[in-house]
């Protein structure tokens, strides 16, 4: 199941990550993609936010997780990046178990994982267009998360 959003602004972004925090509030297991620049860690900003999350949020490219427990739920927010694929290996085991329970985990560069990386999740691709705005591809992948495609399509 597949939806498709374009953000022609930041408020668009916004309200966006706003209706994602709402379908997701007993947790889900997210794998971004997309470009460097093209806002995966912007989206999870404002998703977090929308959540209620007080600390600042930050990309993990260096830290490879970061974790935010002020929220109405867990975020965990993973970075492959520097891990590529033999890296990857290493933490699958923590990754399975960041996909379980209620929390929201959000892997940026999960094609780093070479789909071993969970399960039941919803995979969102964002994508910088020519005109300065973004295309939110989210698709689930098991039955778990087909709600959340089915609350963004009812706008």
């Known amino acids: 199941m597949k939806y498709q959003k374009v953000c022609k602004s930041l408020n668009d972004t916004k309200a966006l990550a706003q209706k994602f925090a709402a379908l997701v509030k007993c947790g889900c297991f997210v794998n971004l ?8 860690t912007a989206f999870v900003k404002l998703a977090a936010d929308a959540l209620g999350v007080k600390e600042k ?5 260096f830290v490879i997780l970061n974790e935010y427990h002020s929220g109405i739920l867990p975020v965990y927010h993973f970075d492959l990046y520097r891990l590529e694929n033999e890296g990857v290996k290493t933490i699958l085991d923590e990754l399975r178990e960041y996909s379980e329970g ?18 039941s999740r919803l995979n969102i691709n964002v994508t910088y267009n020519d005109d300065d705005s973004r295309t939110y591809t989210f698709e689930s992948t098991g039955k778990e998360t087909d709600h959340i495609i089915e609350g963004l399509k009812n706008e």
């Open 33 to 40: 993609y997309g470009q460097i620049g093209a806002g995966k």
């Open 57 to 61: 949020v930050t990309s993990p490219s």
């Open 102 to 119: 209620k929390k929201l985990t959000f892997v940026e560069w999960a094609e780093f994982s070479r789909d071993e990386v969970p399960f």
